[in-house]
């Protein structure tokens, strides 16, 4: 007989081996999945992980990938993670990231010959409140109406893929574009581009942003008082409630400033490595993020860690569905498969597992 | 009758139909919130259900066995939910995440091979000279089984849980699990039988989707129906036949406005695509303003995991 008993408080040794063990057993399953699906498991397992990194041949092109990808998807994950620390769930980024990016692109789009280098700061502001004011939307109708911000966060993310769709084939398609679908390239247009700005790295703005967010939500969370209030509302919201902490500017707070960065994230995506607006300019970054924010157990550098990781897997995934024939859905499922492993270890860090036989009933 | 080049019968016919695999999720989701569990894995196991009802389908090359192969598959993803939620004592909102991002992903890795395949056809249920009857008869009478069944869902799971012993002990422990708990009740095992009705369910209307409504398979093909089913479980207030009315005005809105693109509106595609989501929100926010939990009827012990301590 199995039994479980609450820890007093968290393992702090958990808290951080969970993510491991999670990791090792998402390798274990992924390659029995794999193995189903008729490829070397180990192989798989090494091309996904290993060789994106250290193998000769496709190393000089993937690490630089590395940042490119874990950029968004820290931005997005460290703004997420406030929200589910203080229990306020935005699970809507992937919309916020294309509003982000729209309102971007428009602002430089509509300045499109002018040649100054206020133009990219200008589109990043923009981006910034197209994020913001899209998440303001789920935020402002949970404290004026109650209403459920998970749910409608989602649901504007369906709305936001259609208002992306309708962008690209009208206001905001490239004139001179032969009527294709999608926006001018904007990582042409040396004013709007977001390059990579120490070659062979990888390296953009956003990225540089990703590392100076996770600094800061790092202070905000450890050593300001607004950070302790979001920690105090998840953990104990009458409490909370009774410090003073209204929960309402919490819910804008926490969902304007989720909502910014994914915005930051999605114009840094259409200046920089996607380089214009079209209708799937979008990957799905938004949505990933959460498996970062959890996987970084909702802390600013386990965040940056898992950033990185899951990176990896996207690369790694690319790599494998190149080199191996593995289906690119494969990676999606073997990234959902992380998010239930890390659910259940997860268990260890408040619970400890004694065997042995109870009188009492269950 | 005709207006502005859209007919109200066939109008009526198809939101009935389009609004089948809402009503069948909300329904399921609604057994299991009552039970105290918040699921927010309905768009993963609708799809899974979706994609396994069609492989069923197209292998065995019968709709009917097709529809239990989405129901279990369905059901075996929930099975996961509620081992991680009920044992594991994970966080459910992150755990139904996880199940909707895992659905979509693995759905489309079994879905590969049958892209462009065609199920496999469900017929209509033969009401002889019903069907016939002017106006009433393809509106009420030109169905297949599902459309019978998903009205039919909504009366048998309003009864059991109004008037049966099955119903309150349901209802019991999702309003307060340490009560239900202390009267011998078992909490754990009531709740994951409710989760995996609540999967079977979800899956019968992802396969609804793949086999009748769209019918084949491409990625994604349930296209936010589990929110929008998730949505509807409030705006029903957690009553059974609300969520008829609201899967049907729902419906409507979908119907609407793919009639509205066939018959060229002047409005654009994407702005008429969009609008059953914003509906679905205004309805939210209409449901939801100016009132409590309590007054909106939620099950009071929902979203909270159970620990017997003893």
């Known amino acids: 007989m199995v039994r479980l008993e609450k820890r007093p408080s968290p393992s702090a040794f958990w808290l951080w081996a969970t993510p491991v063990l999670a990791v090792i057993l998402t390798m274990i399953a992924g390659g029995i999945m794999f193995a189903i699906l008729g490829k070397n498991p180990f192989e798989a397992i090494r091309t996904i992980f290993w060789d994106p990194l250290f193998n000769e041949q496709f190393a000089s092109y993937s690490r630089p990938q590395l940042l490119v990808k874990a950029g968004p998807l820290i931005l997005i994950a460290v703004g997420l993670s406030l929200g589910f620390r203080a229990g306020i769930w935005n699970i809507g980024a992937e919309g916020q990231y294309i509003m982000g990016a729209i309102f971007g692109a428009a602002v430089g789009l509509a300045l499109y010959p002018i040649e100054t280098r206020w133009v990219f700061p200008m589109m990043v502001a923009a981006g910034i409140f197209g994020g913001w004011l899209w998440a303001m939307i789920p935020a402002i109708l949970k404290t004026r109406f109650n209403t459920n911000e998970i749910l409608v966060s989602l649901l504007l993310v369906y709305v936001a893929q259609n208002i992306l769709a309708s962008m690209s084939i009208g206001l905001l398609r490239n004139p001179e574009g032969g009527g294709f679908p999608g926006s001018r390239n904007l990582s042409q247009i040396p004013a709007m581009a977001n390059p990579e700005l120490i070659p062979g790295t990888g390296l953009h703005w956003g990225v540089i942003l990703a590392f100076v967010v996770v600094i800061a939500a790092y202070i905000l969370l450890q050593r300001h008082i607004l950070g302790y209030h979001i920690k105090l509302a998840g953990q104990a919201p009458k409490a909370a409630r009774f410090a003073g902490v209204s929960p309402n500017r919490l819910v804008l707070l926490c969902m304007g400033l989720s909502g910014a960065l994914a915005g930051m994230a999605g114009l840094f995506e259409v200046t920089g490595p996607s380089g214009q607006i079209s209708i799937d300019f979008n990957v799905g970054y938004g949505f990933t993020a959460i498996i970062v924010a959890f996987l970084g157990r909702l802390n600013p550098i386990g965040i940056l860690l898992a950033g990185l990781l899951m990176a990896l897997t996207y690369i790694g995934g690319e790599l494998a569905s190149f080199m191996l024939g593995l289906p690119a859905a494969a990676i999606q499922a073997f990234q959902g498969m992380l998010l239930f492993f890390l659910l259940a270890v997860d268990l260890l860090t408040n619970f400890r597992i004694r065997f042995g036989t109870i009188k009492e009933a269950r | ?310």
């Open chain 2, 1 to 310: 009758m005709d207006l502005g080049g859209i007919n109200p019968a066939i109008l009526i016919a198809s939101l009935m139909v389009a609004s089948v695999p809402i009503i069948l999720a909300a329904l399921g989701e609604l057994v299991v919130e009552k039970a105290g569990v918040l699921n927010l894995g309905v768009e993963g196991m609708m799809i899974m259900g979706a994609i396994c009802g069609f492989a069923t389908a197209v292998a065995t090359g019968n709709p009917y066995l097709g529809f239990l192969g989405g129901a279990l598959g369905a059901a075996c993803l929930s099975l996961v939910f509620a081992v991680l939620t009920q044992f594991f004592l994970a966080n459910q909102v992150a755990t139904g995440l996880a199940l909707t991002l895992f659905g979509l992903g693995l759905s489309s890795l079994i879905g590969q091979s049958y892209v462009g395949i065609k199920p496999p056809l469900t017929g209509t249920v033969p009401l002889g000279p019903l069907a016939d009857i002017p106006f009433f008869g393809p509106v009420l009478f030109d169905h297949d089984w599902m459309v019978y069944l998903s009205i039919f869902a909504c009366g048998a799971v309003w009864a059991v849980l109004k008037y049966t012993r099955m119903g309150l002990v349901l209802r019991a422990v999702g309003e307060s699990h340490d009560a239900a708990h202390a009267l011998g009740y078992k909490v754990v095992r009531i709740r994951v039988l409710a989760i995996l009705f609540g999967g079977a369910l979800a899956g019968l209307g992802g396969a609804y989707i793949s086999l009748i409504r769209v019918p084949q398979w491409t990625d994604g093909i349930t296209a936010g129906a589990g929110w929008i089913a998730l949505a509807i479980v409030v705006f029903a207030s957690w009553k059974p036949w609300r969520i008829l009315l609201g899967a049907y005005l729902f419906g409507g809105i979908t119907v609407l406005q793919l009639n509205l693109q066939a018959a060229g509106a002047r409005i654009p595609v994407e702005y008429l695509s969009m609008s059953p989501y914003l509906i679905t929100i205004l309805v939210l926010v209409i449901m939801s303003s100016g009132k409590g939990k309590a007054a909106l009827n939620a099950p009071a012990s929902l979203g909270q995991n159970f620990h017997a301590s003893r």
